[in-house]
Nanobody
Framework: VQLVESGGGLVQAGGSLRLSCAAS????????MGWYRQAPGKQRELVAT????????NYAASVKGRFTISRDNAKNTMYLQMNSLKPEDTAVYYC??????????WGQGTQVTVSS
C-alpha cells in the first residue's frame, strides 16, 4: 500500500484547508485509516481515525469540532477537512493506514502552516 498526501499549505488563523490521502496498491487490504501530525520538537500525535466503512470516527480533543475526517473508498482516498485553524495546528500531517494483518503504512507527510 502506498499513501500520498496533498493539500497542505500556508493559511491564516481562522482559515480552512482540506488534506487528501490517496491510497494505491493493495487498497482492498486497508482497514483503519487516520491522520497524525508532528510539530517541530514534538512527538507525532494522533489527529483523527476512521474505520474501513467510515462509520466510526475518533478525534483528538484538540481538534474535535474543528476537523472532520472522511473517506471515499470508491476513490481510495481519505480526507481531513480542517476549519478554524490555529497556529498550534502547524505541523507536518501524515496519512496512516492499517491493513487486516495489523501492518501499518505511512505517507511522506504534507506541511500545514497556520500564521497568526
Amino acid at each position: 500500500v502506498q499513501l500520498v498526501e496533498s493539500g497542505g499549505g500556508l493559511v491564516q488563523a481562522g482559515g480552512s484547508l482540506r488534506l487528501s490521502c490517496a491510497a494505491s496498491g493493495s487498497t482492498f487490504s486497508i482497514n483503519f485509516m487516520g491522520w497524525y501530525r508532528q510539530a517541530p520538537g514534538k512527538q507525532r500525535e494522533l489527529v483523527a481515525t476512521i474505520t474501513s466503512g467510515g462509520g466510526s470516527t475518533n478525534y483528538a480533543a484538540s481538534v474535535k469540532g474543528r476537523f472532520t475526517i472522511s473517506r471515499d473508498n470508491a476513490k481510495n482516498t481519505m480526507y481531513l477537512q480542517m476549519n478554524s485553524l490555529k497556529p498550534e495546528d502547524t505541523a507536518v500531517y501524515y496519512c496512516n493506514a492499517w491493513d487486516y494483518t495489523a501492518h501499518g503504512y505511512w505517507g511522506q507527510g504534507t506541511q500545514v502552516t497556520v500564521s497568526s
